[in-house]
C-alpha cells in the first residue's frame, strides 16, 4: 500500500516539474510556442483520426501501449 502511495505522490510530482519545466522553456524561448502549438494540433488530429477508426478504447489501449513501449525501451537490466 505504501508503494502505490509512495508511487502516486512521485507521479503528481513529476507532472508538477514538467508544467513548471514547460513554463521556464516557453519563457525562455517564445518562438518555440508556435511550434508547440503545431505538435498539439497534429496530436488531436491523429487522435481524433484513431478514435474514428478504431473507437475511443482501442484508442486508449493503443496510447497505453505506446507508452508502455517508450518507458521500457530505455530500461537495462
Known amino acids: 500500500m505504501l508503494f502505490v502511495i509512495r508511487r502516486i505522490i512521485g ?10 519545466l514547460g513554463r521556464f522553456i516557453f519563457a525562455t ?3 518555440l510556442v508556435p511550434l508547440w502549438e503545431e505538435a498539439k494540433s497534429y496530436a488531436v ?5 484513431s478514435v474514428s ?4 478504447v482501442g484508442t486508449v489501449i493503443l496510447i497505453v501501449a505506446a507508452v508502455s513501449a517508450a518507458g521500457v525501451a530505455g530500461v537495462r537490466r
Not at 507521479?11 to 513548471?20: K, N, R
Not at 477508426?53 to 475511443?56: D, E
Open 11 to 20: 507521479t503528481l510530482l513529476g507532472i508538477v516539474v514538467l508544467m513548471f
Open 29 to 31: 524561448f517564445p518562438e
Open 53 to 56: 477508426k478504431i473507437g475511443i
Open 45 to 49: 488530429y491523429l487522435f481524433n483520426l
